[in-house]
């Protein structure tokens, strides 16, 4: 009997602990699901037209919770500058803060990012920006790196999800202007998660 209730104690506490990743799982998926559909608006989607119609979804790594890390967010607000693009145009950006975590086994850290004009609109007041490059740029990932959001303000610690880390519409061509990651923001570690690169 002891060993019944044993076996029942255990299952219920696996089942607890997996809860938790079984909830970032959903979120993850229906994020990206977000995504894939406004790539499947032919209307607005990046993709070329050719291949809109066959779309179903954006290749990226398997969901892994390694990449999702708690991050100690540090705030100090510099001067507004303007963020070079892939074309001549240098929209204001400001920094806001540092988020400092452990990736891999290394010591990283990432410098978050306000865009001005987005921050006077309405649906846009909180929202923050985080481009990167890491060490799978030109290979499994595009080589002009990738971008996370975050939602301010930012307390203490920080959920930083690589898993959400998407492409720049430049990455599936046309003529758009995209942020190019700063150079203070490269990662020294491969972040083998979030979305794929276009085309080999």
């Not at 959903?26 to 995504?35: D, G, K, P, S, T």
């Not at 987005?118 to 799978?136: A, I």
Request: hydrophobic share 35%; charged share 25%.
């Amino acid at each position: 009997m002891r060993t019944v209730i044993l076996f029942a104690f255990l299952g219920l506490h696996g089942f607890v602990a997996a809860q938790p990743d079984a909830k970032w799982l959903e979120r993850l998926e229906h994020y990206w699901a977000e995504i894939d559909s406004a790539y499947r608006d032919t209307l607005h989607s990046p993709l070329p037209k050719e291949e809109r119609v066959h779309f179903t979804n954006l290749p990226r790594f398997a969901a892994d919770k390694a990449y999702c890390v708690t991050a100690r967010y540090e705030p100090g607000a510099g001067e507004v500058f303007g963020m070079k693009t892939s074309t001549e145009r240098e929209p204001k950006y400001q920094r806001v803060g540092t988020l400092h975590f452990t990736l891999d086994g290394a010591e990283e850290q990432l410098t978050v990012y306000r865009n001005i004009d987005l921050s006077r609109l309405d649906g846009y007041r909180n929202y923050l920006f985080v481009p990167f490059t890491d060490l799978t740029n030109g290979e499994s990932t595009y080589g002009g790196g990738r971008y996370l959001d975050l939602e301010g303000p930012l307390g203490e610690t920080v959920e930083l999800d690589f898993n959400r880390a998407y492409n720049p519409y430049c990455a599936y061509g046309g003529h758009y202007s995209c942020p190019i990651p700063p150079e203070e923001n490269h990662l020294e570690v491969a972040v083998r998660a979030g979305v794929l690169k276009h085309h080999d």
